[in-house]
């Protein structure tokens, strides 16, 4: 059975920093893509980032230079580290397996809370 377990979300200042774990179990963690997707309060689902298994990272403008995506394929955990928190980053976080595609969202966690307030 596939397990996706998020952790990490917490309160934060803005220009804080914060990183998410989800860690992985039920499949062979370094044979697919991985994301991250959050969900902010009344809005819709929106795309953070990808990684896929070789280590190639792709970015939403909105994060890009303020978070990093990583893995660790022998802990079976994906990570993303986020830096300079503004309020609008406040969402649910997701990690997500992916199938075929960038897009081809196969299995969710839970979530994980940030909120980004002063």
């Known amino acids: 059975e596939v397990q996706l377990v998020e952790s990490g979300g917490d309160l934060v200042q803005p220009g804080g920093s914060l990183r998410l774990s989800c860690a992985a179990s039920?499949?062979?963690?370094?044979?697919?893509?991985m994301s991250w997707v959050r969900q902010a309060p009344g809005k819709g689902l929106e795309w953070v980032s990808s990684i896929n298994g070789g280590g190639v990272t792709s970015y939403a403008d909105s994060v890009k230079g303020r978070f990093t995506i990583s893995r660790d394929n022998a802990k079976n955990t994906l990570y993303l580290q986020m830096n300079s928190l503004k309020p609008e980053d406040s969402a649910v976080y997701y990690c997500?397996?992916?199938?075929?595609?960038?897009?081809?969202?196969?299995?969710w966690g839970q979530g994980t809370q940030v909120t980004v307030s002063s």
């Open positions: 997500s397996r992916l199938g075929s595609s960038w897009t081809d969202y196969q299995y």
């Open positions: 039920g499949f062979t963690f370094g044979a697919y893509s």
